[in-house]
């Protein structure tokens, strides 16, 4: 055994300094076969170690791919939850053909056909012009602080402070919700009309039933598909108006043919009026920031201005044609026989029959504010939820805000429940620091800071506001 282990042995001796035996060759391979277990133990931990190291890197690899694909995932989702510009100019279309329209024709037949039209049309230019006033706040302080504004009150804290936010965020919720009030008073005006048994408030208080679940969406891309509604309810109000003034026409009486209007002293009022037939610039912060390219907030802006412009001017024009001085302050209650529609005649007289185009109206009427009043709520709901973070973590009191929100709306429906008033009190007082002042104050304010100009147009509408 020692001779055939001649050479290890004496590598062995060598490094032992002993002396060969033949017990001591067996101890000697007995230590040489350990020692080579031993190191064939470390180079199998070493190449476990190895493995570990590539198992670990390869898992790491997966998790960062896997963490990317999640990432982009998550942008992906919340693209896809913002509007296309298409989607814009739905949604700002529905907003502004809303219950407005039904009371222009009475707005054109007080000012005459001189008149009335043009200042249709110099309303429209109006908003619009407010409306890209706005438009330029939101891209100058996109540009200064790398992120668009979630809200006006963004913008108005970066020229006035704290303070005028928090005035400016307070005056548009109630101007919103207020709006939210009069579209539920043309929905119980106009399912009355429908249903004339139940009186106009309960049928308010019904409307404002049928909106909330529209209410409780809060993904813009749902309600901007139901606001193709709106946009389909304003054709529809074309053809029924249109038909239903050529139809007036073709009766003997009295039509519209005054060039001027008989008294000048509501002319302010009733170009209020037809401002706030237009009026979107309240919710264009929210809108901007939920689009995919904010940039194009322009282009849904000129296409739902010339849109809605033309069918304004249209309607106004064929309904005084049609009915004359006796075109009623809202339009579907001059959709009936003589004497006139019920509530619109004195109670000692029988009211006229109701005209089938008038029930086509009153259905598109309702059918559009159910899907307005959603957007405009919507834009409520996303200020409030930017200005107080737990509203997102607690189901419970979103909840209950956004039902406060619609019962705020309801008692302005019911406790003002007639349509012009409401309208001439919101027209004259909020809408002209909303959608005039607060526009080329901010406008002002910027330009002092160099990132907007402010020329002699943004002097006229703030002159024009008062």
Partial sequence: EHRSDGENSSEADLALNVVPSEKSGRDINRTRRKHQAHEETLAKDEGNSFGSDEEQEEARLLEEASGAKSHAQHHAQEDHAKMSRKDAATNLV?????ASVLSLPRMVANNGWVLGPAMVVLAGAVSYHACMLVDRALEAIAVAHGTHPRNI??????????SGRRVVLILTGVFQISKCGVYFVVIGTNLNYIAGWVSQRVWAVTG????????????????????VIGVVASICYLFTITAGGFHAAGRPGEHGSARWPDSYSDILADFAVMVYAYSPADVLPVMKHDMKEPQQLRWALRISFLAVTVIYVGLGCVAFLGWGEDVAGNILLSMCERPGCPGSVPETETPGQKWMLGYLLACAVVSNLMVTAPVVLYCVFRVLEAEHSHLLSNAVVNGSLRVVAVMGALMVALFMPYFTEVLAVISTGLLTILQVFVPVAVTFGLSRQGAVAFGPAECLLGLLGF
């Fill in 153 to 162: 009150g963004d913008v108005v804290q970066e020229c006035f402070g704290q």
């Fill in 208 to 227: 404002a039933v049928l909106c909330m679940r529209l209410i409780f969406v809060r993904d813009i891309t749902v309600i901007s598909r139901w606001s």
């Fill in 94 to 98: 529905t907003c502004m053909v809303g």
